[in-house]
């Protein structure tokens, strides 16, 4: 595929939109990765290498949030430098991520932490998913509302601004979460949610 740019992570509660160097789009492939309220978290680009006859994925070097494990404990680091890889595998994948955690120290962004972490997923076909494909059934159509905005949103302001707080990501994704809650207990119409959840979202974020 070519792709020619990005939906990024720029700046503490700030994406923006970065362009893919022309000469670095054929062949590459995109990843982003979304918050649980479907905002964008963080993304790259990247391609597949064969090295040892392992064949992986590896990403640019990319800005990321703080995930919500060290957000919530108020570090002197305010955000991530990061490469991430993904390995396919017989019975799944494997993720490296290689972190280094930034912060403002005498009015400069500086190094403070060196992270890397691995992480492993493997298939696995029994567990009972019936509560989820009832949530699913019932929410899909707000969700897929909810991310149409998003993307309105970062398309017609340059971006996507938001405040975020650490216990819950973006300040708007508790309520976006609660109404989806009601959606599925019908305590709320799913109209009616995705109105709420257009404005809460317009109004919360700012043109860039």
């Given amino acids: 595929m070519s792709l020619a740019k990005v939906l990024v992570y720029s700046d503490r509660n700030t ?6 160097p022309e000469k670095m789009r054929t062949g590459r492939w995109s990843q ?3 918050q649980v309220d479907d905002s964008p978290r963080y993304a790259g680009w990247g391609q ?4 040892a006859g392992i064949r992986r994925w590896r990403s640019n070097w990319t800005w990321r949030p703080l995930a919500r494990r060290d957000a919530v404990r108020n570090p002197v680091y305010d955000r991530y430098y990061s490469i991430n890889r993904h390995q396919p595998s017989p019975d799944g994948w494997v993720h490296w991520q ?3 955690k930034m912060g403002i120290k005498d009015g400069k962004l500086v190094p403070i932490v060196q992270e890397y972490v691995l992480n492993t997923y493997i298939r696995y076909d029994q567990y009972d998913v019936k509560a989820a494909d009832d949530y699913w059934a019932a929410t899909k159509d707000y969700w897929a509302a909810v991310r149409a905005e998003w993307d309105r949103v970062a398309t017609t302001k340059g971006g996507i601004a938001i405040e975020e707080e650490a216990q819950t990501g973006t300040v708007i994704s508790g309520r976006l979460l609660q109404m989806a809650d009601e959606i599925q207990t019908k305590k709320l119409t799913t109209e009616k949610a995705i109105a709420e959840a257009k404005k809460l979202i317009e109004t919360n974020t700012r043109k860039l």
């Fill in 98 to 100: 290689d972190n280094t």
């Fill in 32 to 34: 982003t990765v979304y």
């Fill in 15 to 20: 994406w923006t939109w970065e362009d893919v």
């Fill in 48 to 51: 597949f290498e064969t090295q």
